[in-house]
């Protein structure tokens, strides 16, 4: 018979899990943006191979995420049918951090730090987005979990499982490739305590990761050679003073939704959480550390050397070992410090609570990114038949088309989007038609935050005003500008607006 604690985990963990699946049904109504309408045109790929074709060079990815995608495509081809499989990848992955807790601690830093996991705003903003996120950090979690066991036994079963499992998640994201090297590292750290002599203490380790390298230097040349994105390094970015900040901002970047007082508590349980690790086993604490603190760094660099916009998601594959080392913090304190582990218990709930409410009063655009949906709406009930519609920067013209298929659509970059609109008016014989521009951004909404992701000249407002003022330079009149998410929609025309 099971013990009483052992069924009330249990029962804890499946509500835990079920749960999150519930309350991401609940937030999957808002608008698709740039990045999930890459995932809807992969999806609906009638083959294989076209779908792993088209994810190569759509997204850059490989098309472990998308295959899923398409199957939930064809039960429900919408919003929610797009998102259901991060949600159910993420629950997976709450039960994940659960197993990997109880294997660096025990039973309550395992369900702590699935709690933690779920109830944390921006993690769970992609457990309703349609991107390989969830499946990462399941990935990620899964793969960790079976290294530290492999590391320990060395024995064969526990190798090839993880080597299925490291194989997924380089079939999931390309950002896993650092993981990747990150868990050569700690596993040679680990195998160097081993008793067995040095010749076989490393065999098993280096003939997997052997394989597993294979595996990513075969996808990469495939990668290439198929037309995926390549662009240079720009090294000069590195070397930016705001890069310390841009690093660490990647490590709390899933607290970027919910205030400051979860942010708070989440860097003080770090803190205390490394203080317990390292009080019961400084070798998984420095494990961890490795397996954390270098693809961050990794994935830091190469985002700020590679991309305009550094986003938090590129690096969500930590953030389940972040969780486990929050939740250590129940090691730091002893159990006859009743008090102190009492005030702990307080700040694990007050955390949990804070995001738990957060979540549940989430609204519509909470957890979305761009509203597009709104835009096409608004295009449909004001634009003229046969106006031209100018979508700029080209990036907003695949899901702008998934709310507004209309014919007369057309993608600019910013810089030509003046001299477009200027040709097609001083072109067309009807004085009274006129061209639609819709502008779209990715940039962060806080200006603090922005500063150290953004590394465009301008931002969007500046963009936006010189577009502006270009346009009526030429002599033409700017009518009728409207806002939504990331999104702002006007119209130019010929004569002057009517009043």
Not at 104 to 128: I, M, N, Q
Not at 154 to 167: F, I
Not at 282 to 299: D, E, F, S
Not at 353 to 368: K, L, W
């Amino acid at each position: 018979m099971l013990k009483r604690s052992t069924l009330a985990c249990a029962v804890a963990v499946v509500a835990l899990c079920c749960g999150s699946v519930f309350l991401a049904a609940q937030h999957m109504s808002h608008s698709v943006w740039f990045d999930e309408s890459q995932t809807h045109l992969i999806a609906r790929q009638g083959t294989v191979a076209g779908i792993a074709k088209l994810a190569r060079t759509e997204r850059s990815y490989p098309p472990l995420f998308f295959l899923a995608v398409h199957q939930a495509l064809r039960l429900r081809d919408d919003e929610a049918g797009l998102r259901l499989p991060a949600a159910l990848f993420g629950a997976l992955a709450a039960f994940a951090v659960f197993l990997l807790g109880r294997e660096v601690a025990d039973r309550l830093a395992g369900l702590t730090a699935a709690s933690l996991f779920v109830l944390t705003p921006g993690a769970f903003r992609y457990f309703v987005d349609g991107n390989p996120y969830t499946l990462l950090m399941l990935m990620s979690a899964l793969s960790t979990l079976c290294l530290l066991r492999a590391a320990r036994s060395d024995g064969l079963k526990d190798w090839l499982l993880y080597g299925l499992l490291a194989l997924a998640g380089l079939g999931t994201h390309v950002m896993f490739m650092f993981h990747l090297g990150a868990h050569l590292v700690a596993g040679l750290y680990l195998r160097a305590s081993a008793r067995p002599a040095p010749g076989a203490r490393y065999r098993r380790l280096l003939t997997v990761m052997s394989l597993l390298i294979a595996v990513a230097m075969v996808w990469s040349f495939i990668y290439v050679r198929g037309g995926g994105d390549v662009r240079p390094l720009e090294f000069s970015r590195m070397a930016h003073p705001r890069m310390l900040v841009t690093l660490a901002g990647m490590y709390v970047g899933p607290l970027a939704l919910g205030g400051l007082v979860p942010l708070v508590l989440w860097c003080s349980l770090q803190l205390l959480g490394a203080a317990g690790l390292f009080r019961r086993c400084q070798r998984t604490l420095w494990a961890l550390v490795i397996l954390a603190g270098l693809p961050l760094v990794a994935i830091t660099l190469f985002i700020v050397s590679t991309l305009e916009y550094v986003a938090y998601r590129y690096a969500l594959g930590v953030f389940p070992l972040a969780c486990v080392v929050a939740a250590c913090s129940w090691e730091a304190l002893p159990q006859r410090r009743i008090v102190a582990r009492a005030c702990l218990c307080a700040a694990m709930l007050g955390y949990c609570a804070s995001g738990a409410v957060f979540i549940a009063r989430a609204g519509q655009n909470t957890f979305g990114y761009q509203d597009w949906r709104s835009a096409g709406q608004y295009l449909s009930r004001f634009s003229e038949p046969g106006e031209t519609v100018l979508v700029s920067p080209q990036a907003g013209l695949l899901p702008l088309t998934y709310y507004y298929k209309a014919p007369g659509v057309v993608a600019s970059a910013m810089g030509e989007a003046t001299g477009f609109v200027v040709k097609h008016l001083q072109a067309t014989d009807q004085p009274n038609r006129g061209v639609w521009v819709v502008f779209s951004t990715f940039a962060n909404d806080n200006p603090l935050v922005a500063r150290y992701t953004e590394f465009r000249g301008t931002g969007p407002d500046q963009q936006i005003r010189a577009l502006l003022a270009a346009v009526e330079s030429r002599g033409l009149f700017v009518c009728q500008t409207a806002r939504f998410q990331r999104i702002t929609v006007f119209v130019v025309r010929r004569r002057p607006c009517p009043v």
